[in-house]
Every structure is written in structure tokens, then in C-alpha cells.
């Protein structure tokens, strides 16, 4: 950043500039904190100086190519501008409702993103090729299956259990394609992108915002940078002005509480009330969960004794999805009124722990299916295990779907005919945000899950977050107000962005390990018929690969670094190593900083 | 679109291309807000360079910025004799400034501007009471006025001298990461 005063410091400026390439040098006066007036004359200056310096007409003419390369460049950008879908709509969130509620549209559009990186991968590489080897469907299609996922789906691309183990080939003796290998590594490549994905923009959130976390609480950044400059709603503009003014009484009055000390007894008494209430929460998802698991068991031998194409057989099926929806959307409720009840310190506390007994409601009711479905349906007798995990994921994706519209529907439309004509005291709904990323999380979890047993699934997921966008955003728009509590978005959403990495998708990474590794697949159905796992694919590829002189190299890096435990020992020590250099290298760091401000203050 | 308009010449398009954030669209749409706000003070054709200035009140009035208390503020920042009228340059900057594409120290920097009041370079405590008043609509004691500017004086003043200079307040902004 310079100040420059005087002559000699902007002729100093501009032979800096004369010296960078071309859209360096724009870049800078870009952001250059003086008037327009002002940067004109720098930048024309700065033109004439190259122009100056260089008078050979060669690089005339490049600099007049690059000009004009340049302007093509900023015009095709502008044609492009439509496809940033939603920017508009985003703008209009972010003015009416502030940056807290924006953050949850921000969140799904990225999480939808990862949806269509992967349809669009699996779609290719997996189901087209499929496509030309199809076996003919002979089932009869009634419109009960696009809820069920089952009768007539069975036996489309939608499942694994369609595809081929065959190596397809079109031509006799042309190029072949073999499914098993393509089906693996698509989508290991694909959870290995998003982990990439997932690992930097964590790193760069992480970096951006907890830059010196132990300041987090100063009342002079709460003052001076929390006003959302984006917000242009008069009434959004008056509830976040009221908001500074409760927030400031609070911090002044909080002054005087320090002091207030609780008796032995009371201390006693407080944190009594916290077990309780964490037992209770604990209690209610260990029930949930329970209930869950038995009702599956239930399910599963229905479905093994029963006829499989009766009308009744398969609405029974629905049930599972709908009662893990239910418990999804009472249970919060539930922890809710618990909060209430215990009185916590701040209500910051309250809004945490919240979040935090829903998320291990949801951890332990994805957990319980996943233990379901790999122990009990893989380890049954039936044709297919895997086509029947990927229905069962097909209807939860499908049954949390429709309840989150109806969510929508009740939680905000009808709360607002409420609290305007019967109940005016309740007032307009907030969009409860916290509650509505965690659902996104669990979708996108589920959905994670589920590529493997139903490669097509993330398309279907893809369009449900399209509606859900739409429908979230006309119900925020028509029912809703500006939210009333202080939201600290920018931590908020690096919390989103580590529940979405930790418990989410290092979960699915595991629960797809499991089933590549050691669990058989089936004997009848599915690309991976035969084998003893889906990873003995890979294996057998590379022993082929080692009969070809080409290919040595191959299965050598495959020998010697993936699957040797020594390499990983050598690289996990490694990283280790790194890691306690750093830390200490950060602990100096600390120590110098405190040193440095002393000596500023004296 | 198209190539075709005649408001701005090419080198004064490709200028404002250099000196802001904004696409040559963008730039055009901008023109055509400022337009909107007097169309018989604003000429169709710039290449002349015409020095055309709109008062603050057509200024304020904008919806973008009719809400916002501290918009007679900005005006007076952006604008070129600090009084709040603006020509079409003071209104592309001010724009290219508060835009989401401009970077923090920049928008820090401006902001460090728009807070201080008197225009000292300095944000004193009588600043940091107008910013608090504007803030909270006047409804704080002016006790606790006092009060709170104490302790933001108290936290954020490195060098110790009573008032926040741009330093302490660059400094206090990289620490907070919901600045906007």
C-alpha cells in the first residue's frame, strides 16, 4: 500500500509500473486508492513511458495485440454473464436479508456444483457406454416408481445391479471398453477430486478467517466492521441498527456481570441441568436410532419373503424413508425446546450446542443405515444387495426432498399466516439457517453414499437442490424477515465447510472403503459380479498389466507406493514431522507478536 | 449491444476499463443510472469530456444507497470537493469501490475515509461517537456512547496516541474477517 507524497514518489509509481507486463500493471492501478482522475493520468503516463521505452516496432505491434486481446477478452466475459446462473438472485438475497441468510444460498449453489461435476462424469464415462451394451427391460412401468425407485428401475441405468461386467465392444477386434475398471475409477477419481476440493477451499477459509483467533471477540471489530454495507432493505437496515444497539447494551452490561460468581451450590445445580438435558438429547437419537434399526431389519425381511411387484409391498417400502424424514424434522424440535428450558450463559452457546446435538442425531441416524445396509443386506440372500442399498437411498433422497419442501411450506408459509391473522404477537418466521444448511449436509451426504450403488443418483440430486433453491428463495422473499440474531457468517461458513469435510464426507470415504474392500459383491448382477471385492478388479487389471514390458512402470508405482504400507509409514512420519515444525515455528511467532506490541505501547 | 454507442470514445471505454472493476457493460449500465437520476442536466455524449456534477440529493436518493446511514458520507467521500456532488467519474468510482470485485485493503481504506468525520486521517473520539450514533439511530445514552468509543479507542489504538490512524484500523480489520 502506498502513500505517495509529492512529485517524486508518483514518478517513482509509475516507472514501478512502466516495468510490470501489461495486465500486472492494470491490476495495481486498479487498486490503487486515489480518484479516477487521478489514475487516468497515472495510467496514461505509465503508457507513454512503455511506449517510451520500447521503440521498436515489434513489440508495438505485440502491445497493440495484447490491447486488443484484451478488449476480445473483457467482451467475451460479458456475453458470458448470463450463465453465472443466479448471480442475480443472489445480489437481490444478500440486499433484502444481509450476508448471514446469503451464506446458505451460497452454500447450496457450491454444494450443487459438486452434484453436477459428478453427473456429468458418471453419465459419461459410466452410463453411456452402457447404454450401447443394454440388455432389454421386460418390467412394466406404473407411476409408483418414481417414488419406490424399484419395479420397473430395476432394471435401468438408475442401479448397479444393470450393469455389465462385460469389456464392451462395438467393432470385433476394435477398441474395447471394460466396465469393471471404468465403473471403480470414475468414482475414485471422483472422491478423490472432491476431497482435493473440499481439503483447499477449507484451507483457504481457514486462512482467511482465523487469521489471530483469540481477538475474536473484540468490541471495536463488533463496532466498526460489522455493518453489512450490502444491505439496501429500510426495514433490514432498522433491525440490524436495532441489533448494534441491543448487542452494545449487552457488552456494556456484561461489563458489570463479570463479577457475578455462582455459589458451589448453584455451580452444582446449573451443570446437573446440562446432563440432563445431554442425556436427554443422546437419549432421544440412541431411540431414534434404535427404532430406526429395527424397523429396517423388519423391512428387509418383508421384502425377502413377500412378492416384490405387489402395489402393497412396495408403498410399504416408503415407510423407512418417511419415518427417518419424521425423525429428522421432530426431533430438532424437540432439542430445541430442551434449549430453551436449560438457560445458558449467552445465546450464542445455545445456538452451538443446538447445532450440535442435531448434528449428532444425524450422524447417528446415517451411521445406523450404514451399518444396516452393510452387514445385514449386503450379508442376505438376495439376487442383488447392492441395487436394493441404492433403492433404499433413492427413497430416503426422495422422501427428505418432499419433506423439505413441505418444511418450507409449514415451518414458513403457514407460520406467517399465523403470526399475522391469528397470532400477531408471534410475528413474521426468521430462515432458520443453521437448521437448513445441517439438511443440505445430510442430503449431500447421502447422495456421497449413494454413487456407488446408483451412479445417477447426484442428477436426481442435482435437480431436487435446483427446486429447493427456487422454493427456498420465494418462501424467504414472501414469508420471511431479516434475521434478528447476531449471525458471524464468515466463522459460520468455515463451520459449514468442516462439517461438510469431517463428519460427512470422511464418513461416506469410510463407508465406501468398507464396501470396495471387503465386502463381496453380488454373484448374479452388477459390474463386479464374480469377484471376490470390488477392488479385485484393480488388482487383476495390474496382474494382467504385468505380463505387458510397456506397462512395467505401472506396476511398479502400483507395487512399491500404493499399496506398500512402508511408503505410507515413510510419507505419514513425514507429514508428522512437518506439522510439529510448524506448530513450533507458530508458537515463536506467538512470542514475538506479544513482544512487538509491548514495545509499541511503551 | 454491440460495438455501436456513442456516449464514450474507445480510449476513454478502454480508461475506465483500467481505472475500475467494471466490464464495459457494466460501465455503460452505470452511465445510464447516473443519467436516470437528471436526464435533462446529463448529455448523451461524453467524448468531450462536459463537466457535469448532480447534487447530493439526486445522489442520496438512489436505492442502493437511500437506507444506508452513512451514505451523505460516502457521497462526501467519493465526491471531488468533498461535498458531496459528484460528477460521473466520482459515481464509477465510488461504485468500482463499494463493488464486491475490489479488494479488502481497498474497501478498508475507503471505509477508514468514510468513518472519519472531520477528515483529520485520523478517526478521534468524536468520530467514532457520530459513527456509533449513526450506527444505533441515536437511541444510546450518551454515556454509553462515551463508554463504548472508550473501549474501542482502548482495544484498537496501537501506538497509543488516542485516536486510530489507518494503521491500527488496517490492522483491526485483518483480524476481523466479517468485514465487508
Known amino acids: 500500500f502506498c502513500f505517495f507524497h509529492g512529485f517524486y514518489a508518483e514518478e517513482d509509481l509509475v516507472a514501478n509500473l512502466a516495468s510490470m507486463s501489461a495486465s500486472d500493471s492494470i491490476k495495481a492501478i486498479r487498486k490503487l486508492p486515489e480518484t479516477i482522475t487521478k489514475k487516468r493520468e497515472i495510467r496514461n503516463k505509465v503508457l507513454k513511458e512503455r511506449k517510451g521505452a520500447q521503440p521498436s516496432c515489434c513489440t508495438q505491434c505485440l502491445q497493440g495485440a495484447a490491447v ?38 451460497v452454500f447450496l449453489k457450491w454444494l450443487l456444483n459438486f452434484n453436477i461435476f459428478s453427473f456429468l462424469i458418471n453419465f459419461g464415462f459410466i452410463t453411456i457406454p452402457q447404454f450401447l451394451a443394454a440388455e432389454p427391460n421386460n418390467l412394466s412401468f406404473t407411476g409408483l416408481e418414481l417414488f419406490t425407485g424399484a419395479g420397473y428401475f430395476q432394471q435401468t441405468v438408475l442401479y448397479y445391479g444393470f450393469y455389465t461386467n462385460a469389456t464392451i465392444s462395438k467393432i470385433e477386434n476394435g477398441p474395447s471398453y471394460n466396465m469393471q475398471l471404468a465403473y471403480i475409477f470414475t468414482v475414485g477419481i471422483y472422491f478423490v477430486i472432491c476431497f482435493l476440493i473440499l481439503l483447499f477451499s477449507m484451507a483457504k477459509s481457514f486462512y482467511r478467517n482465523f487469521v489471530n483467533p483469540q481477538t475474536h471477540s473484540g468490541k471495536a471489530s463488533k463496532l466498526l466492521c460489522t455493518w453489512d454495507f450490502n444491505i439496501t432493505n429500510e426495514k433490514a437496515v432498522k433491525l440490524k441498527q436495532k441489533n448494534l444497539r441491543t448487542q452494545i447494551k449487552e457488552d456494556l452490561a456484561d461489563v458489570d456481570k463479570e463479577v457475578l460468581n455462582f455459589s458451589v451450590m448453584e455451580r452444582v445445580a446449573r451443570f446437573g441441568f446440562h446432563l440432563l438435558a445431554w442425556v436427554a438429547s443422546v437419549g432421544a437419537a440412541v431411540v431414534a436410532c434404535t427404532g430406526v434399526y429395527f424397523l429396517s431389519i423388519n423391512n428387509l425381511e ?19 424413508a418417511v419415518i427417518v424424514s419424521l425423525l429428522n424434522t421432530f426431533i430438532p424440535f ?54 436394493l442399498v441404492g433403492q433404499d437411498i433413492y427413497r430416503l433422497v426422495l422422501v427428505d426432498f418432499i419433506f423439505c419442501l413441505l418444511g418450507s411450506f409449514f415451518g414458513e408459509f403457514l407460520r406467517r399466516i399465523i403470526g399475522t391473522t391469528v397470532c400477531v404477537s408471534l410475528g413474521l418466521p426468521e430462515f432458520d439457517i443453521g437448521r437448513n444448511v445441517l439438511d443440505l449436509i445430510y442430503a449431500q451426504t447421502l447422495t456421497w453414499i449413494g454413487i456407488l450403488f446408483s451412479p445417477l443418483l447426484p442428477g436426481i440430486q442435482m435437480i ?23 449471525w458471524r457468517t464468515a466463522q459460520m461458513t468455515t463451520s459449514f465447510m468442516l462439517l461438510l469435510f469431517c463428519p460427512s464426507f470422511l464418513g461416506v470415504l469410510c463407508v465406501i472403503g468398507v464396501t470396495v474392500w471387503r465386502l463381496k459383491p453380488s454373484e448374479r448382477c452388477g459390474p463386479f459380479r464374480g469377484l471376490s471385492s470390488m477392488y479385485a478388479a484393480v488388482s487383476e487389471w495390474i496382474q494382467i498389466l504385468a505380463s505387458y ?44 507478536i506479544k513482544h512487538l506490541q509491548k514495545q509499541m505501547m511503551n | 449491444m454491440g460495438n455501436k454507442q456513442t456516449i464514450f470514445t474507445q480510449e476513454q471505454l478502454d480508461a475506465y476499463q483500467d481505472c475500475t472493476f467494471f466490464t464495459r457493460k457494466e460501465i455503460l449500465r452505470l452511465f445510464y443510472r447516473f443519467r436516470d437520476l437528471a436526464p435533462q442536466l446529463v448529455p448523451l455524449d461524453y467524448t468531450n469530456k462536459p463537466a457535469v456534477t448532480l447534487p447530493y440529493e439526486l445522489i442520496g436518493s438512489m436505492p442502493e444507497l437511500k437506507d444506508n446511514p452513512f451514505r451523505q458520507r460516502i457521497a462526501e467521500v467519493f465526491s471531488e470537493h468533498g461535498d458531496g456532488n459528484m460528477t460521473l467519474d466520482d459515481f464509477l468510482d465510488m461504485f468500482s469501490v463499494l463493488s464486491e470485485m475490489a479488494p479488502r485493503d481497498l474497501k478498508a481504506y475507503y471505509a477508514f475515509k468514510i468513518y472519519d468525520f472531520n477528515n483529520d486521517d485520523y478517526i478521534c473520539k468524536s468520530d467514532l461517537e457520530k459513527t456509533v450514533n449513526k450506527l444505533t439511530r441515536n437511541e444510546l445514552t450518551p454515556e454509553e456512547i462515551s463508554l463504548v468509543c472508550e473501549k474501542v479507542i482502548y482495544e484498537a489504538d496501537v501506538d497509543n496516541d488516542g485516536k486510530l490512524s489507518l494503521e491500527d484500523f488496517q490492522h483491526m480489520i485483518v483480524r476481523a474477517p466479517d468485514f465487508l
Open chain 1, 334 to 387: 424437540f432439542f430445541s425446546w430442551v434449549g430453551h428450558m436449560e438457560k445458558f450463559q449467552t445465546p450464542g452457546q445455545h445456538i452451538y450446542i443446538t447445532i450440535a446435538r442435531n448434528i449428532i442425531l444425524k450422524i447417528s441416524i446415517v451411521g445406523i443405515l450404514c451399518y444396516y445396509w452393510l452387514n445385514i443386506v449386503a450379508a442376505s440372500e438376495s439376487q442383488c444387495w447392492e441395487t
Open chain 1, 549 to 592: 514390458t510397456d506397462s512395467k512402470w505401472v506396476v511398479w508405482i502400483y507395487r512399491n507406493l500404493i499399496t506398500s504400507t512402508l511408503f505410507f509409514l515413510i510419507l505419514s512420519s513425514i507429514a508428522l514431522i512437518v506439522t510439529y515444525l510448524y506448530w513450533q515455528i507458530i508458537q515463536g511467532r506467538k512470542t514475538m
Open chain 1, 302 to 320: 418383508l421384502f425377502m419373503k413377500g412378492h416384490r411387484n405387489d402395489l402393497e409391498s412396495q408403498a410399504a417400502m416408503l415407510v423407512l
Open chain 1, 464 to 486: 431436487a437442490f435446483f427446486i429447493v433453491f427456487f422454493v427456498k428463495k420465494v418462501s424467504l422473499m414472501k414469508n420471511c424477515q431479516p434475521p434478528r440474531k447476531v
Open chain 1, 68 to 105: 486488443s486481446f484484451r478488449r476480445f477478452r473483457n467482451t467475451l466475459s460479458e456475453y458470458f454473464q448470463p450463465l453465472w446462473i443466479w448471480h442475480k438472485t443472489l445480489k437481490v438475497v444478500g440486499a433484502e436479508f444481509g450476508t448471514s441468510v446469503l451464506s446458505y444460498f
